[in-house]
């Protein structure tokens, strides 16, 4: 039976956590696959428990962290070396920037047969100064060339990677879509939304709009703030808005609620009815989708957003803006209108616009379920990285 080491940054809440455990159950028993973690950031959420839900074990490699730490780096490496001549894998699977590069640099010095690296997002503009972005962009040139080969989660990611950024020919760079298990959000959805609803003392009659994700400075929440800020001075509807999430931009947000004149509250230490919720995290996803009526997104940049995809599976409209892999995520007009990255004016226009339409909030959530149920199931996924696993494995063995 081959071995497959999967490696990740760290296991915070988000869809590169889901996306390993997904793996590392159902790769089983075909594979005998042991799954590495490093540590979170004090702001993230944890998402262990996904993992121990599902009845896996990881082992936890405390001083990799997603931050550069040189000395702590070097050690992480030596480990992973370390681990690797004792699991002696047959293929290393690694999982965003840090893992992808101190795993990948572990296993080709270790002679590992087949070296795999999924992009979940690159990091090649809006995360960093131009300069860093560039001395990123040299180091994963160099890690392609010794790579076996590169997994991207939409065609525009693929497109981006081989022709806009060059960090390898197209031929290396395999497309295989993230796969999960989404038969959550078509289950008990009424007492779901109930559930959330109740708690964040929203009436019949309101519409909530939410966003869900990290706090930090590539999810572009100002935008989302502003557009709410415009659609509130507008609309004769009753509408809140709920951040999801939380990060190292929380108080930077919270003053740009204040600048806005934005009614608002951190619902953790004030749980109180406001026009602008702070939720922190809900582990429960699917009990937030379920009790919002719209989902947005509004990044300078994304991969694959775990949250549009849940939330076409709970039949729930999103608004977003269109970058990165978005638009392989949704159908544009069908469930979900795609606005221009920073575009303040449209993004609020068409927030408005789908607060007040109800046939078109209506007609959009109901086609979710059936574009995303198939396309992201986690059935599909599995067989594609199975079988791309053996094709490596076969192609290095006639070597």
């Known amino acids: 039976m081959p071995k497959v080491l999967i490696i990740i940054n760290r296991l915070n809440l988000g869809g590169p956590a889901f996306h390993v455990a997904t793996l590392t159950k159902y790769l089983t028993p075909e594979f005998e696959v042991l799954l590495v973690a490093g540590t979170k950031d004090d702001s993230e959420e944890s998402s262990d428990y996904i993992v121990k839900n599902m009845g896996l074990n990881f082992v936890n490699l405390p001083e990799m962290h997603r931050s550069i730490r040189p000395l702590k780096d070097y050690r992480s490496y030596r480990q992973l070396r370390k681990m690797i001549r004792e699991f002696k894998p047959d293929v290393v699977h690694t999982h965003a920037a840090k893992a992808g590069a101190l795993g990948r640099l572990a296993a080709f010095h270790e002679r590992v047969p087949v070296i795999l690296h ?169 009990v937030a989708i379920s009790g919002l009526d719209i989902v947005a997104i509004s990044s300078h940049n994304e991969g694959t957003p775990v949250s549009l995809i849940e939330a076409q599976a709970g039949d729930k409209p999103v608004i977003s803006t ?54 992201f199931h986690f059935t599909r996924m599995i067989k594609e990285v199975s079988l791309l696993y053996k094709q490596l494995l076969t192609k290095r063995k006639w070597k």
């Not at 559930?195 to 939410?210: M, N, P, Q, S």
């Not at 159908?331 to 990255?341: E, F, G, H, P």
């Not at 007609?363 to 979710?368: A, D, E, P, S, Y």
């Open 118 to 286: 999924t992009f979940h997002g690159h990091v090649f503009h809006s995360y960093f100064s131009s300069i860093k972005s560039r001395v990123f962009l040299m180091i994963e040139r160099y890690l392609a060339k010794k790579s076996s080969g590169i997994i991207a989660i939409s065609e525009r990611q693929k497109k981006e990677l081989t022709f806009k950024y060059r960090v390898c020919p197209a031929e290396k760079v395999h497309m295989i879509p993230l796969g999960f298990d989404l038969r959550k959000f078509q289950e008990d959805i009424p007492e779901k939304r109930e559930t959330f609803r109740k708690k964040y003392f929203l009436e019949d009659d309101e519409i909530a709009v939410g966003i869900i994700g990290r706090l930090v400075p590539v999810k572009n929440h100002p935008l989302f703030m502003a557009s709410a800020a415009s659609v509130l001075k507008q609309t004769k509807r009753k509408v809140r808005f709920f951040i999801i999430g939380d990060g190292e931009s929380r108080e930077l947000l919270f003053r740009e609620a204040e600048a806005l004149g934005m009614n608002y509250t951190y619902f953790r230490s004030k749980p109180v009815k406001a026009d602008l919720t702070f939720c922190s995290w809900i582990k429960d996803v699917d």
């Open 322 to 375: 269109n970058v990165g892999g978005i638009e392989n995520v949704v159908i544009k007009n069908d469930t979900a209108l795609l606005v221009d990255s920073n575009d303040y004016k449209e993004y609020a226009e068409q927030l408005l616009r789908l607060i007040e339409d109800d046939e078109l909030r209506n007609r959009l959530g109901k086609n979710g379920w059936e574009f995303v149920r198939e396309k």
